[in-house]
């Protein structure tokens, strides 16, 4: 048995969603229910023991289950609050649980690679609690110590089970995740819309996510930070461009792309790495504009797209500046050129960005040096 499976998964389920004035845990998002959502969820990190804890229409979450391998743990009491089913859950735990997940059904979007990542983290540095951490804020949900089953079953509930966790807070362990899904949740309509917006574009970071990737998670130097910023800027504005001439280029893909392109830049082919990052994170339209910001293989006919946009901006982006690429190259050559295995592969990357170049003039109708310009990305200024 691996150590994930030894872990335990508490989804609650059991609140009347008052202020929703809708039953949550049913409702259809992105063509499954939140409940199935999480469910599904954990079986993907494999944690296998999990069980669903019920309260108000029982029977509805049954059906919503239908065949999913969960446990099914009916709280009586739940017109006591969360707290109570919370106990209902950690009272039918296995005594030798080694960990477990609190998990509210109405918080869905949940990746797994943040799961991966608290499990990882605990396991390294055994804590009463883990969380999951956006920014400065905790979300959810926390894993949990086993050995914690019997306080939690022992307290009264005053303030709930945050209330009870706040008192380890000085051995607990704070995660940082680029995942904004830990903090929503569907309380109310408006949030239930802000997680349908979310949903559909959960192929990428979003903008939030990509700085909290650079700055929290991977704790890159601000001048790195900078630089990726701008080459955003400038992919997203030239992509707008040939958009604006005709073309299909998904914008947010490209700018979400570039914001993180350096990702690994401390890491030996750091652009391969950086791939495998968000390959692993559950983005592979990103990982595949990342894995070729330094080196692209271009042919003869090949179609303009979003990855060669992505190595283009690279290449007009020197440190923080919008610079040509007569410039950036020239002092590449300059610096690097007495190796002639180096001067092979700069030479290379010069054509490859000037063939893209030309394809987004041809396109456009205007020189690169004019739309960023227009855009108010003038070569040589510094954001």
Do not use: W
Not at 44 to 61: A, H, L, N, S
Not at 145 to 162: E, N, V, Y
Not at 295 to 311: P, Y
Request: include cysteine; hydrophobic fraction near 40%.
């Amino acid at each position: 048995m691996t150590r994930h499976r030894q872990r335990s998964a508490i989804i609650l389920a059991a609140g009347y969603a008052r202020r929703m004035r809708r039953f949550k845990p049913v409702l259809t998002l992105g063509g499954r229910t939140m409940l199935e959502r999480v469910v599904s969820l954990y079986r993907r990190v494999d944690v296998t023991d999990i069980r669903v804890v019920t309260g108000f229409r029982p029977e509805t979450i049954r059906s919503a289950l239908d065949a999913l391998p969960v446990a099914v743990v009916h709280n009586p009491s739940h017109d006591e609050g969360m707290f109570s089913s919370v106990q209902a859950g950690i009272d039918s735990l296995p005594s030798d649980v080694s960990s477990f997940f609190v998990h509210p059904a109405d918080i869905p979007l949940v990746r797994p690679h943040t799961l991966t990542v608290l499990m990882d983290a605990f396991d390294r540095r055994p804590s009463p609690v883990a969380y999951p951490v956006f920014g400065d804020r905790r979300g959810h949900p926390p894993l949990i110590d086993g050995a914690m089953k019997d306080t939690i079953l022992s307290h009264g509930g005053d303030g709930g089970l945050s209330a009870l966790l706040r008192r380890f807070d000085a051995a607990a362990l704070d995660v940082q995740v680029a995942d904004e899904g830990v903090l929503l949740d569907a309380d109310t309509p408006e949030d239930f819309r802000r997680l349908e917006t979310r949903q559909a574009t959960c192929g990428r970071l979003t903008e939030d996510e990509c700085r909290m990737l650079m700055e929290k998670v991977c704790r890159l130097p601000a001048p790195l930070i900078r630089h990726c910023q701008r080459v955003a800027d400038v992919a997203a504005a030239l992509a707008r461009a040939v958009n604006d001439s005709g073309g299909t280029l998904d914008v947010c893909l490209v700018q979400s792309a570039a914001r993180v392109h350096d990702v690994a830049r401390g890491e030996k082919n750091h652009a391969a790495a950086g791939a495998r990052l968000l390959n692993e994170m559950g983005f592979p339209a990103m990982a595949a504009l990342v894995a070729t910001h330094m080196q692209i293989d271009l042919t003869e006919n090949s179609s303009l797209d979003e990855a060669q946009i992505v190595h283009l901006a690279d290449k007009l982006v020197a440190g923080a500046t919008v610079v040509s690429l007569k410039r950036r190259f020239d002092a590449k050559i300059e610096k690097y050129g007495h190796d002639p295995a180096v001067a092979v592969k700069i030479l290379q990357r010069r054509r490859a960005a000037l063939s893209i170049q030309n394809k987004v003039e041809q396109m456009s109708g205007r020189t690169v040096g004019q739309l960023l310009t227009t855009a108010g990305l003038t070569h040589g200024r510094q954001p």
